[in-house]
T-cell receptor, first 113, second 117 residues
């Protein structure tokens, strides 16, 4: 499985955009980039995923570099409820016999009032 | 609600006791995963089912761990002769993604916190 590298922790002021980087330099052509987050004492929550194009949904935007070796998750207007551990994961998918999500240690994002 | 449901939410077991953890996935989801999360760590993969077939059990830490999904819906994770190092949160996730489907997301339950004393 391709591995990802994320900063251990980040702070962001409430109301500002939170930009969380992820390096995945060994990603293969069929692997997607997924982001999940885990708020204390809850199960991981899906945020967004993409292959090579930038993606946006109601929660966040995902920007993937052209060479696909890194990506950035953007929370456009961070609130206190966005304080969580954010996991960047690369995954091929069931079509390729790569069903599981392999979590690393993630980035602990703290939103500052 | 229509999410993934796990029970019990908390379980305290004496060392050597057998435990059974239940997962009710989202209705119709073909894929089901079990993960183990130790305190301060990210979730670690245990096993994967597609319908009733257990396709990957590479993450089960020992033969004391056993999972089943006999009718392709509810799943049970059983731990025999529990030990203190088994103390963790056990997470279940389900997904509509099968081996002929495009990538989609997995939905996680709240987890069962197992404490072995």
């Amino acid at each position: 499985d391709a591995k990802t590298t994320q900063p251990t922790s980040m702070d962001c002021a409430e109301g500002r955009a939170a930009n969380l980087p992820c390096n995945h330099s060994t990603i293969s052509g069929n692997e997607y980039v997924y982001w999940y987050r885990q708020i204390h004492s809850q199960g991981p929550q899906y945020i967004i995923h993409g292959l090579k194009n930038n993606e946006t949904n109601e929660m966040a935007s995902l920007i993937i570099t052209e060479d696909r070796k890194s990506s950035t998750l953007i929370l456009p207007h961070a609130t206190l409820r966005d304080t969580a551990v954010y996991y960047c994961i690369v995954r091929g998918g069931a079509r390729f016999g790569n069903e599981k999500l392999t979590f690393g240690t993630g980035t602990r994002l703290t939103i500052i009032p | 609600g229509a999410g993934v449901s796990q029970s019990p939410r908390y379980k305290v077991a004496k060392r050597g006791q057998d435990v059974a953890l239940r997962c009710d996935p989202i209705s119709g989801h073909v894929s089901l995963f079990w993960y183990q999360q130790a305190l301060g760590q990210g979730p670690e993969f245990l096993t994967y089912f597609q319908n009733e077939a257990q396709l990957d059990k590479s993450g089960l830490p020992s033969d004391r761990f056993f999972a089943e999904r006999p009718e392709g819906s509810v799943s049970t994770l059983k731990i025999q002769r529990t030990q203190q190092e088994d103390s963790a949160v056990y997470l279940c996730a389900s997904s509509s993604e099968g081996r002929r489907d495009m990538n989609t997301e997995a939905f996680f339950g709240q987890g069962t916190r197992l404490t072995v004393v």
